[in-house]
Structures are given as structure tokens and as C-alpha cells.
């Protein structure tokens, strides 16, 4: 067979594994991170609208309550208005100019009598804008007929200042007869500023009515006031509602500029207080401009992350790879014979312990290696007859549990090793699985051999046999690294479990290991208290608590040892 050359292995292992996981991280990340930026997009949008429409209803509100007080104010003072020029008293035109002078929006403000005749106030000549003279007449004739007027937006030209203003009028109604009508005139600019400062970045935003004219626009002097808007998608969205509009709606859609699809993203609020609808729409090239550049960022520094990735595995891989390289060569010559190679490494790391640690060895290895193993397996195998011994001794004392600790320790074992222990582990789990039931050696015979369910008080007592194990063992010192798994094999990873109610990574996994171990024996043999359950069935108990009394890895490895056949459980004479 052709030999794999090392190096190859771990640069590709380490370039799999930084590598891998980089572009997997950049791409999610641009997925993401798009996706993010595209709604902020679309929040925007629909922040700038709602704020500027609740802007419109809370002014509308205010000049509704300005009208009201104009009202009451007649109501209150019915005395000044008695005679035939029942609207020309200065102290009522007193009170009205002190109505305009209370908000900067309003720019005029009359109260007509039935005849058309009566009082004005504020800081614009509304007689030298025919248009308003005519919009004033328009608003006079509806309250004539008992109906609240607004007009459309109409541009006002007050000395070089140009501004967008629209009148507001209500009848005046007593006794149920037409007296007269309120009316104010009020300068829209403010809403032209906010639109102004809302459209940047590539934003345009602007108000139309129900009709799809435009209303308000950021800048009248490029627009005019008036002009149909419905060439505009997202205008026809809002119309098609026809008066009806249930709310907020956001979009794509293609804008035409110069017999050219624009592509846009726009949204419309609607005003429902005044029939109009507050619009924002941007090209979709301005609006995901972040996107593409959150992209080519991403894309760049991982192309860089990458080479650096490359280049860092190489240089490990051929770091690593040389003293394994020297330390296979001296080992090579060790199994032919030769203990007199010594290996001439400077490595600061455990690779150059191992080295140290090999020239002693072999050294000494001649002369010791045979005693030592000769004298090593005598030592163990005395050791663990007397565990063994020791283990049967308890479940001796108990018929239901004959054999209970040779076969969680044999589980464990099992366990251990698919779970990938160090083998020294390994036998320490094999160790303290045989001893994990020790303690009981301290309970009274009558509640360890009771053939019923024990009672509250008895429960207790047992709970008691795992630190008296750990009591037992701690007495031995080869045994000390081993008391985890005899002192804890009964905590449950939610806490739930004795004595300690520990959790989570507070439990070692000798312990954890143990715990699955010994309930699945439990659950397979015959117990006072229940007959022995299918191996699957048990199996199935423990993965639906993993992660709540059991560790997942432990319960993983017991379902894969015993798919794999080398977990065998033995009830009675038969195998299952």
C-alpha cells in the first residue's frame, strides 16, 4: 500500500478545518448581514413616513381645536356679535388676531357673517392672491351648504418668500341656522422642510392626495403643486385602495425615467385624517448600496483570512511533522533491536518531552522492560480481582442485583472507549463503575433487600450509599482518582439528582458515563419493583432524557455500541 505522507494529512486536516468553516462563516455572514441591511432599508422608510403622517394628523388636530376655539370664542362673546355688523367688533377682531398670533403656521384667519362680511387678521394680504380670494369664496360656499372645507395645497408668493399654504374653514352654525363660517389660512412650509430632510441619501419622499396629485413636494419650485403622481407604482398602490386604505405598504417595483425601468423600493403611509398619503421611494441601486459593499468587504478580507489560513497551515503541518518524523525513525530502529539510539531533538513542547522521555527509556528499556511488565500485570491483575471481589461482596448481599456491578462496569467501559477516553481513563471509569454501588455496604439489609418500593424515609437512607462509597474509597489512594464516579453516578444534569444536585458540567463525565451505564442495567434486569425491559425500549428512556438527567454524549455512545453488537445484556441463561 502507498504510503499517505503526514505532512499531506495535516495540512489538510488543519486547511478542512479553518478553511471550511471560514467560507461557510462569509457566506452566512453576507446572506445575514444583506438580509439585515435590506430591512433597515425598508424600516427607514417606514419610520420616515409614519413620523411625517403623524405629524400631518397631530397638526391637523391642532388647527381642528384652533377652529373650535374660534367657535367657542363666538359662543362665549355672544354680546359682541348682535346688530347688523354683528362680525365688526374690535374687540372680537382683538381676540382673533391673538388666535393667529398663537401658532407660526398661521399666516390669516376671518370670520364672515351670513352675508360674506365680517373681520380678518394675520400677516399676509389674502386680497392680492386671486387664487385665495377664490379658494376663500369656494370654502364660504360650502359653509353655506354646512360643510367643513379644506382646499388643496396652493403656492403663495409673499415678497421674495414662496410657500405652500391651505385654507380651512367651518361653518358657524346656531339655533340651527347658517350664521356665518371660521376660516384660517395655514403655511405649509414646515411639512416642505420635513420632506426636505427626510429626502437624503437618494430618498425621495412626498405627499399626494387620494386623487394621486401631488401635495407636497421636498422643493416646489421644481415640482408643481397639483401635478398628477400616478406614472408611480407605489402612488398606485395607495389608490387602488380607492379611499379604503387599511394601512402601511412597502414594495419593489420598476419606476420609468427617460423610457428606462428604474428599479425602486417605496412605501406609503396614509393620512387618514385628510385623505392623503405620505410616500418615500428610493432606487433599489441607493437603497441595497450597503449590501453590495457589506458583500465585497466580506468577500476580500476572506480571501485574505484565507491565504493567511493557507499559509499558517503549511508552516504548523511541516512544524509538526518534523520531530514525528525523527521520532518515527528512532523508533524504527528501536523495534529492530538497536537501544542505542538516542534522538537529537530540541522541542519545547510535549513532542520534546516525549523525546527526552524516549532516550531514558531506551536506556533502561533492556534492562527493565520485562520485569516491569511481568511485575505490572501481576499488580493489576491482583488489583482488580480484589475490585472484582469487592463488587460481588455487595451485590452479593442483594439477589436482584447479582452481577449488577460487572455489567455497568463492563457498559462503561463501552461507553468510554466510543466516547474516545484515554485507555488510562478508560480503566479508571472500568474501576469506579465496579465500585460505584460500594456504599451499600453501610444500608441495613432490610431496606436493601425490601421486594416493595421503599418508603420516603428509606429512600433517604439509600440515597446515603453513594458518600459512603466515596467515604470507602477515599481510604485507599489508588482509588481516590475514582471516587467521582462512585460519589456522583446519581446527579442528574438538571440538577435533579443526589446527593449533591449538581448540574450541567459540574458532574465529571466518569460520573455521567456511570449514570447511563447503571440505569440501563436497571432497566433490563429484573428488580422488585418492575420486570426487566427490552434493551431498545431502555435505550429509547435514556435518549429522551439526554440533556435533562443524562449526558448526550454517553447516552450516544450507548445506543451506538449496542447498534454495533459489541453491547450484549444477559438475562437469565439467554443473550439479547
Known amino acids: ?267 406609503y403611509w396614509p393620512v387618514q385624517s385628510v385623505g392623503w398619503a405620505v410616500i418615500a421611494q428610493k432606487k433599489r441601486d441607493d437603497a441595497y448600496s450597503s449590501v453590495r459593499e457589506v458583500i465585497s468587504a466580506t468577500t476580500s478580507w476572506a480571501v485574505v483570512a ?15 511533522v518534523r520531530p514525528i518524523r525523527v521520532l518515527t525513525n528512532a523508533s524504527r530502529a528501536i523495534a529492530q533491536g538497536d537501544f542505542t539510539k538516542r534522538i537529537e531533538l530540541r522541542n519545547r513542547t510535549e513532542i520534546g518531552e516525549m523525546a527526552a522521555t524516549f532516550n531514558h527509556m531506551t536506556a533502561d528499556l533492556e534492562l527493565y522492560v520485562d520485569r516491569l511488565k511481568t511485575s505490572a500485570e501481576q499488580n493489576r491483575q491482583l488489583f482488580m480481582e480484589s475490585i472484582r471481589m469487592i463488587a460481588a461482596a455487595v451485590d452479593e448481599k442483594d439477589p436482584y442485583t447479582h452481577g449488577h456491578s460487572e455489567r455497568v462496569s463492563r457498559y462503561s467501559v463501552l461507553i468510554a472507549r466510543h466516547i474516545g477516553m484515554p485507555e488510562d481513563e478508560v480503566d479508571r471509569v472500568r474501576i469506579s463503575a465496579l465500585l460505584h454501588d460500594i456504599g451499600k455496604i453501610g444500608i441495613e439489609d432490610k431496606i436493601l433487600k425490601k421486594p416493595g418500593m421503599l418508603t420516603p424515609d428509606e429512600f433517604a437512607i439509600m440515597k446515603q450509599h453513594p458518600q459512603k462509597g466515596a467515604a470507602i474509597a477515599n481510604r485507599v489512594a489508588q482509588l481516590r482518582e475514582m471516587v467521582p464516579g462512585i460519589e456522583l453516578h446519581h446527579e442528574w444534569l438538571d440538577g435533579r439528582g443526589y446527593p449533591y444536585g449538581l448540574k450541567g458540567n459540574d458532574i465529571p463525565i466518569m460520573a455521567c458515563i456511570i449514570s447511563v451505564a447503571d440505569t440501563f442495567d436497571a432497566m433490563t434486569t429484573h428488580r422488585p419493583y418492575q420486570t426487566a425491559m427490552e434493551p431498545s425500549v431502555a435505550i429509547e428512556y435514556i435518549r429522551s432524557c439526554a440533556g435533562q438527567k443524562f449526558n448526550a454524549d454517553a447516552t450516544a455512545a450507548l445506543e451506538a455500541v449496542y447498534g454495533s453488537g459489541l453491547l450484549k445484556v444477559q438475562r437469565a441463561a439467554a443473550l439479547v
Not at 307 to 319: D, H, N, P, R, V
Request: aromatic content about 8%; charged content about 15%; proline content about 3%.
Open 306 to 320: 484565507l491565504l493567511m489560513c493557507i499559509g499558517l497551515s503549511y508552516g504548523l503541518s511541516l512544524w509538526v
Open 1 to 267: 500500500m502507498k504510503q499517505i505522507r503526514l505532512l499531506y494529512v495535516i495540512l489538510a486536516v488543519m486547511l478542512l478545518a479553518s478553511v471550511g468553516p471560514l467560507i461557510f462563516y462569509a457566506s452566512k455572514t453576507m446572506e445575514i448581514n444583506g438580509r439585515a441591511l435590506e430591512t433597515n432599508e425598508i424600516l427607514l422608510q417606514n419610520t420616515i413616513t409614519r413620523s411625517i403622517a403623524e405629524e400631518i394628523s397631530i397638526y391637523r388636530e391642532t388647527f381642528n381645536q384652533m377652529l373650535n376655539n374660534m367657535d367657542g370664542m363666538l359662543n362665549a362673546r355672544a354680546d359682541l356679535v348682535k346688530g347688523q355688523n354683528q362680525f365688526q367688533n374690535p374687540q372680537l377682531r382683538s381676540m382673533l388676531e391673538q388666535v393667529v398670533g398663537s401658532s407660526t403656521q398661521v399666516i390669516y384667519a376671518t370670520m364672515l357673517d351670513a352675508q360674506g362680511k365680517g373681520i380678518q387678521a394675520g400677516n399676509y394680504n389674502i386680497e392680492s392672491d386671486l387664487f385665495l380670494v377664490r379658494t376663500l369664496e369656494r370654502g364660504f360656499t360650502a359653509a353655506q351648504q354646512r360643510r367643513q372645507f379644506q382646499s388643496d395645497p396652493v403656492i403663495v408668493n409673499r415678497g421674495q418668500e414662496l410657500f405652500p399654504a391651505m385654507l380651512v374653514s367651518r361653518p358657524i352654525i346656531r339655533d340651527d341656522q347658517f350664521q356665518g363660517m371660521t376660516a384660517v389660512v395655514l403655511n405649509l412650509q414646515f411639512l416642505v422642510d420635513r420632506l426636505r430632510t427626510s429626502s437624503t441619501s437618494g430618498l425621495h419622499a412626498f405627499i399626494v392626495d387620494n386623487t394621486g396629485r401631488l401635495v407636497l413636494t421636498p422643493n416646489v419650485q421644481d415640482q408643481s403643486v397639483g401635478q398628477s403622481m400616478e406614472s408611480s407604482p407605489i402612488v398606485q398602490m395607495f389608490l387602488s385602495w380607492k379611499g379604503n386604505v387599511k394601512g402601511a405598504e412597502t414594495s419593489e417595483f420598476n419606476l420609468e425615467e427617460n423610457s428606462e425601468a428604474v428599479p425602486m423600493v417605496g412605501t
